[in-house]
């Protein structure tokens, strides 16, 4: 009897292990899956536009005289970048020190404004591939044969542009014992315009920028050769890798193509 007891508690022991209540816990319930994240780029397709942050910096970006619109360089890239999204494109004009901090703030997509790339700034936005090679020159009156590069800078009035290259290589210079009056502007074209008029000895600005300036302005130069180097580079919101790949995508297919030779030529050489 008490043999057939023992068997029968056994067997209902085996039974309950099999039904899933003795030691072995139940397998939990599969998660659902969980709803996918809606990508970047289709996020800028609900909103309807893509929205670029830049400045004023010809040939990069400037008002035509005749329409008034916002042209140059930087613009055609940034509206095959827009074209490439299958979006509108639509420019938001600032100061330059407002560009980052309206990209971090979300109220802008990219900023492409001849942007340096720098240490300082990796630290803040993430940079798609270099578009331009460029770096730093100083300007003069035409009649002027005293400076010669910024060598030649000690004890003169400097132009620079606030919170731009122009003014942190014009503080390093001084750093490194120069004595040079540093006078700092809202825009470039406001000190190489004080530099015409004789109230600057001399201008720091990006050669690119300068050439241009030039072209209307024969009575400043460049002297020397660029005393830095630099790369141009297209910013996005740190972290927003999906955007990034989608330009570096954009500027392969603009090198390959050859479209950036002839964007070239027409904004930077002033031919077709």
Same mark, same amino acid.
């Given at each position: ?119 300082? &700034?990796? !630290?803040?936005? =993430?940079?798609?591939? /270099?578009?331009?090679?460029? @770096?730093? $020159? %100083?300007? *003069? &009156?035409? !009649?002027?044969? =005293?400076?010669?590069? /910024?060598?030649?800078?000690? @004890?003169? $009035? %400097?132009? *620079? ?112």
């Amino acid at each position: 009897m008490k043999k057939s007891l023992i068997l029968l508690l056994g067997l209902l022991l085996l039974a309950l292990a099999a039904a899933g209540c003795g030691g072995t816990p139940a397998k939990p319930e599969a998660k659902k899956d969980a709803k996918p994240a809606t990508s970047r780029i289709d996020q800028i397709k609900k909103s309807g536009k893509l929205i670029l942050a830049t400045g004023n910096y010809r040939p990069f970006e400037y008002h035509d005289e005749k329409t008034n619109k916002v042209i140059g360089y930087d613009i055609d890239v940034a509206e095959a970048i827009a074209k490439k999204i299958g979006v509108p494109l639509e420019v938001k004009e600032m100061q330059f020190t407002g560009l980052i901090p309206t990209l971090q703030n979300g109220q802008a997509d990219l900023v492409i404004a001849a942007m340096y790339i720098t240490p300082a &700034r990796r !630290e803040v936005v =993430d940079f798609a591939d /270099p578009y331009m090679d460029t @770096g730093m $020159v %100083v300007a *003069v &009156r035409k !009649e002027n044969t =005293d400076i010669k590069g /910024p060598n030649d800078l000690n @004890g003169k $009035v %400097v132009g *620079v542009k606030t919170g731009a290259t122009s003014e942190k290589v014009a503080q390093e210079l001084n750093e490194k014992g120069a004595k040079i009056t540093i006078k700092s502007y809202k825009e470039t074209v406001d000190y190489l315009l004080d530099l015409q008029n004789g109230r600057l000895d001399a201008a720091i600005n990006d050669l690119l920028n300068q050439l241009e300036y030039n072209k209307a302005n024969p009575n400043v130069k460049v002297v020397g050769e660029p005393f830095t180097k630099a790369q141009l580079g297209i910013a996005v919101k740190k972290g927003d890798k999906e955007l990034l790949d989608l330009i570096n995508t954009v500027l392969k297919e603009l090198k390959q193509s050859g479209e950036a030779e002839k964007l070239y030529k027409k904004w930077l050489i002033g031919t077709k």
